[in-house]
């Protein structure tokens, strides 16, 4: 707590040597109790707080960055797992990070409460007498009046302090003041706040839930469990928060620089537009429908949730038919963006077919070839679009039970018969084109091109309450730093008055408050102010 | 669809006339250090005509903002946009405002003597915008679209000039105290030393510098909750320890230590000092080390 030097009994009391040797228990607790509430250690622990939020900057976190994650234990195998029993992967809930602010929230705690309750009964006491020497006080100032001048000085300061928005009381000849209680209340009200801050994100944290779905145009998807490609729940979820409302990915539009020379391919702006059937209540079966566009600063407000846009990319439609002619996989398949100019990978699995086969592959929206022969994309719109595959024939590893993912090819049992040294050249095809698979796999056709949205349905109860105590906590520390605190006194002399004024804490102007005070007593200019400041 | 224009070749206009802002801050810087030089010399006459050298240098300080003050705003122009978006435009934009707020202080307070500071420092980003975080006027990627980037960065840049000024007092303050200073026969450190007699009262410069940082300080508290706000809509979460908003909790935590500190018995003065430094180079790191190497959401430094 900042405002105030003499608040921390422990620290401005000068520090008593522990006379008895045999502590009781409860000598023991309150000594500890004080160390823990003492300014110092408040300050070390911020400074603790600080130096240990470092590693959560340098290492990746399994909250905001699980692929780095993994992939630091891929290049790291020795030294990972290591860092991982520190935590070093969950910094901002490990348990040392949780030690630090746990403490420095009960050393707050105790330093806030005490102060509350003295700040409460200083708010309803009257300002301190004078000093028996004004002299002594960090600004004063003795004027020279007339005798009828003095005799009236009194009540003047008093009417004059009053209206300048002090606390004025009057004993005889003395007047006694003091303003800028908000300074306190500020100083109090932002480290209150602070444990509302706390609390809300622990709570709300608690209750929210997130979940994340890949959504090709003409698709929908509905809100529960089973809808999402992934789920994060908080520590206190319930299934049931979940309203199931369904929503359909009716057109994605990107819009892409085309004409500015310097900005070619940057992308201007991202459109879903969405219809959802939200059904109106548990017994009732009536949907009610919604439809909206979603952005990325625009996400769209659903029941006991927000929609975000989170990413985007193309979703080729492709037809593969075994050598007969039949089916054997078609849909639009989300290949995930791999460069800004939108060079994309995707995953094609055939499983139910005589020889299980796979397909990793490329699509270029606006191809070119470099000298290499390698290609690439060289804008993001599909001016061009071209498709190429490479074609492993083996065991998909599906049939296991385990999950897997989808956008990636486990080809460590699997022979590849197009493209790499397979010795057949990967196969190119153009929208629309159909081509023959190595082999006697079949034929793919690259039917379409749709568009993916990354939806993100997102639900933190905390995130208003955290809003409303960090905007007090900014209230209030704007107040305990700007509010200057400060009492003046004024009192009859035998030649005319004195004035003077004591701050608490910083307070830029305290002489030049003198100095007006006297000026406007005595109705002339005063100069005479003593400015020794500490 | 959404259409923009953007203007590269007002922009290279609004490059060269920051490069001549250069030359007159270098004038400024230049004149500061002679000024401070004679100050210290021994001789009384030289003493004398420094203040002249003094006037000169804010003359030529105020030019230099001014120029500079018009590429930024021709920047903005060029962008179609505000010119804080990248690193070059938030270091053109943010050396201007620090700069600013100097001539506005100096109205207000006697703070002529950490001119040569400012005027040096200035050039200092100035020319690093230029060399290395040059790019060519861009559109905004749809993250950033949003008037939050009006607000938040804006601010930041405002707390960060703030701090600025108020680090520039603590070295002041560090060096004025320093023992080895004090205790040293080099003659380089006796011109120092006479340099820094010249400079405000260690308890000025601490109480200066401390209502520069508790500014400072507000702003970046609202610099923080604006992230936040802006994060809840953008990434669908109001906080993620994304690198980002790790180094603005760090910073901030550092000088709410400060503000502590300047409570604690034995923590006011040096160690306070030293904390707002420590502070200020947290905010440099902040700027350069993480957006340039770290890996995190916050990717804007519009370099490859």
């Known amino acids: 707590m900042p405002s105030s030097q003499q608040s921390r009994p422990s620290l401005d009391a000068p520090e008593q040597p522990i006379n008895s040797p045999t502590l009781s228990v409860a000598g023991w607790s309150r000594w500890i109790w004080r160390q823990i509430t003492s300014m110092r250690t408040a300050l070390l622990l911020l400074l603790m707080l600080a130096v240990a939020a470092v590693p959560g900057s340098v290492f990746p976190q399994r909250s905001a ?94 009417v004059l302090l009053k209206k300048q928005g002090y606390r004025v009381v009057r004993t005889g000849d003395a007047v006694s003041a003091e303003r800028g209680y908000l300074r306190e209340t500020g100083n109090l009200v932002f480290h209150l706040s602070l444990i509302g801050v706390l609390l809300a994100v622990g709570i709300g944290g608690g209750q929210s839930y997130s979940g994340q779905r890949v959504l090709v145009e003409g ?316 | 669809m959404t259409s923009i224009a953007l203007n590269p070749e007002l922009a290279s206009i609004s490059r060269l006339i920051i490069q001549g802002s250069m030359l007159f801050y270098s004038a400024a810087f230049l004149s500061f250090v002679f000024h401070l030089s004679r100050l210290a010399s021994t001789k009384k006459s030289l003493r004398q005509a420094a203040t002249k050298l003094e006037r000169a240098g804010i003359v030529l300080l105020a030019i230099a903002a001014v120029i500079h003050g018009s590429g930024v705003v021709l920047r903005g122009i060029a962008a179609s946009r505000v010119p804080w978006a990248n690193m070059y435009e938030f270091s053109i934009t943010g050396s201007f405002i620090v700069v600013v707020i100097f001539l506005i202080a100096l109205f207000i307070k006697d703070i002529r003597l950490i001119a040569t500071f400012v005027s040096g420092f200035t050039l200092l980003i100035l020319g690093s915008a230029d060399v290395v975080f040059w790019v060519n006027v861009k559109s905004l990627m749809p993250a950033l679209q949003s008037y939050w980037l009006v607000i938040h960065v804006l601010v930041a840049v405002l707390a960060t000039a703030f701090f600025n000024i108020a680090a520039a007092l603590s070295i002041a303050y560090i060096f004025k105290t320093a023992k080895w200073v004090e205790n040293s026969k080099l003659k380089f450190v006796a011109l120092l030393k006479r340099i820094l007699g010249l400079f405000p009262s260690i308890e000025k410069l601490e109480s200066l510098a401390y209502r520069f940082n508790i500014i400072g300080f507000i702003l970046w508290s609202f610099t923080l909750i604006a992230g936040a706000i802006w994060a809840e809509r953008a990434w669908h979460r109001y906080w993620g320890w994304d690198t980002k908003e790790v180094w603005t909790f760090i910073i901030w935590t550092i000088y709410a230590g400060y503000l502590h500190a300047n409570a604690t018995r034995g923590w006011s003065g040096k160690r306070s000092a030293w904390l707002a430094i420590i502070g200020f180079v947290a905010i440099l790191f902040n700027f350069t080390v993480v957006n340039l190497f770290f890996k995190g959401l916050h990717v804007y430094s519009g370099l490859k």
């Open chain 1, 65 to 158: 960055d699980p692929n780095g994650v993994t992939q630091y234990f891929d290049n790291n195998p020795q030294l990972a797992p290591v860092l991982d029993a520190i935590q070093l992967f969950d910094v901002y809930t490990s348990a040392w990070f949780s030690a630090i602010y746990i403490l420095l929230f009960i050393s707050l705690i105790g330093c806030v409460v005490p102060r509350t309750l003295v700040h409460a009964k200083a708010l309803r006491s009257a300002p301190p007498a004078a000093p028996r020497l004004f002299s002594r006080m960090p600004a004063s100032l003795k004027v020279k009046t007339t005798k009828a001048q003095s005799a009236k000085v009194a009540e003047q300061a008093q």
């Open chain 1, 219 to 534: 698709e929908t998807f509905v809100n529960n469990l089973a809808g999402f490609d992934s789920f994060a729940p908080g520590t206190f979820f319930k299934e049931e928060q979940l309203v199931p409302f369904s929503v359909t990915l009716d057109k994605f539009e990107v819009d892409f620089d085309f004409v500015n020379q310097t900005n070619i391919g940057t992308p201007l702006d991202f459109r879903a537009s969405v219809s959802a059937l939200i059904p109106q209540s548990a017994q009732n079966s009536t949907l009610a429908k919604k439809t909206g566009v979603i952005r990325v600063n625009e996400p769209l407000a659903m029941p006991g949730s927000n929609i975000y846009l989170t990413g985007n990319g193309y979703a080729p439609e492709i037809t593969i038919r075994d050598k007969k002619g039949n089916i054997t996989y078609s849909g639009a398949t989300a290949f995930l963006p791999q460069s800004a100019k939108y060079t994309s990978l995707g995953v094609i699995k055939v499983p139910d077919v005589e020889k299980q086969f796979g397909i990793i592959s490329f699509f270029y929206p606006t191809v070119a070839e470099l000298d290499t022969g390698a290609l690439t994309s060289l804008y993001p719109a599909p001016i061009d679009p071209l498709l190429t595959m490479n074609v492993y024939v083996g065991d998909l590893g599906l049939d296991g039970g385990s999950p897997k993912n989808v956008y990636a090819l486990d080809t460590s049992a699997m022979t590849q018969v197009a493209g790499g040294k397979s010795g057949v050249k990967g196969l190119r095809l153009q929208l629309g084109e159909t081509v023959k698979l190595p082999g006697d796999l079949g034929t793919v056709t690259f039917d379409s091109l749709k568009r993916f949205a990354s939806l993100d349905v997102s639900y933190n109860p905390g995130g208003f309450w955290v809003l409303v105590f960090a905007l007090m906590a900014l209230g209030g520390v704007t107040l305990s730093l700007l509010v200057p605190r400060r009492r003046v006194w004024v009192r009859k002399t035998e030649t005319g008055f004195e004035v003077a004024a004591l701050a608490r804490g910083d307070d830029p102007i305290l002489e030049k408050v003198v100095a007006e005070v006297a000026e406007a007593l005595s109705g002339k200019t005063t100069k005479t102010t003593k400015s020794e400041s500490k």
